[in-house]
Nanobody
Framework: VQLQAFGGGLVQAGGSLRLSCAAS????????MGWYRQAPEKQRELVAT???????NYADSVKGRFTIDRDNAKNTVYLQMHSLNSEDTAVYYC???????WGPGEYWGRGTLVTVSS
């Protein structure tokens, strides 16, 4: 499975940004998709995940500001981010969990940089 993320960039504090991540390859093998992020000198952390059935999970720090959704037909997951602040500055990584077939337990995209300027 290959994951390709789009939509990172520079945004002012209080602004919005939308990330997307398209999965290709053996997409039948994955279920939950989501986003993680890693800020400079910090560990990678969960942002939000969504299952193929639409169940979502969010980090407390983004609840009420970020929304994750997905288009199963397109194997694409989206992250709509509002009210961005400097603490949201990070490299955002797309993730997909394998639930069938053979391969690694999860897949990662290359990451897309989100920079929030104050």
């Amino acid at each position: 499975v290959q994951l390709q993320a789009f939509g990172g960039g520079l945004v002012q504090a209080g602004g919005s940004l939308r990330l997307s991540c398209a999965a290709s390859g053996s997409t039948f093998s994955i279920d939950a998709m989501g986003w993680y992020r890693q800020a400079p000198e910090k560990q990678r952390e969960l942002v939000a995940t969504i299952t193929s059935g639409g169940f979502t999970n969010y980090a407390d720090s983004v609840k009420g500001r970020f929304t994750i959704d997905r288009d199963n037909a397109k194997n694409t997951v989206y992250l709509q981010m509002h009210s961005l602040n400097s603490e949201d500055t990070a490299v955002y990584y797309c993730n997909a969990k394998r639930v069938r077939g053979w391969g690694p337990g999860e897949y990662w995209g290359r990451g897309t940089l989100v920079t929030v300027s104050s």
